[in-house]
Structure formats: structure tokens, C-alpha cells
């Protein structure tokens, strides 16, 4: 029992809504067009759909996330001058290698 119905389609099929009739009248006439006839009468009918079709649209697509809770807040102390002092404590030496002086640099032994 249990198979037939995953066997099933999940939706079922739309009602169909009635044909709809529409007079034609061709713009060229004569016996060689539109079979000799003056008229004709035109059977307007929605094509029924088939419920096991497949998809026609991928659905699946990947919706980009909405902006996360804004971060803490950082707190900074209040600015203020730096010294001369400070600035030659936080100044780096350049790079210097023990196979080549390019640029003829001395080294400080205390450093």
C-alpha cells in the first residue's frame, strides 16, 4: 500500500477551463487561401499539463544571507601625543643578512 502511493504524483493535475471559440476572418481572400472559406472558427483550448513533468525553473538557488548582529563595540582609549622617545622606541631596523650588504649597512652589536 505504502508504494502505490509514493508511486503517486505529489500534485495533482489543474482543472481544465473551457474551450473558448474565436471567429477568424483572413485578410487575404480567395479560392486559393484558407481552403475557399470566408471565415473560419477557432478552437481555443489550454494545453493540459503533465503532473510527473519535471521542473522547468531550478529553484535551488542559493540566497545570500542578510547582515549578521553589528560586532561589539571596540574601545579606544583617548589619543594623544606621542613622544619623540616613543616614536625612536618603536622604530625597526631594516633588514640586514649575514651573507650580503648591499647597502653597506652597520650593525650595532647591542642590537
Known sequence: QSKITAALPTRAAEKQEP????RYTPSQQG?????????????????QQDPM???KF???KKVPRGPPS????????????VTAKEQADWKIPPCISNWKNAKGYTIPLDK
Open 19 to 22: 474551450a473558448q471559440y474565436i
Open 31 to 47: 479560392m486559393a487561401f484558407n481552403s475557399g472559406a470566408k471565415q473560419r472558427v477557432i478552437r481555443m483550448v489550454e494545453v
Open 53 to 55: 513533468e519535471p521542473p
Open 58 to 60: 531550478k529553484i535551488n
Open 70 to 81: 553589528p560586532p561589539a563595540p571596540v574601545m579606544h582609549s583617548p589619543t594623544r601625543k
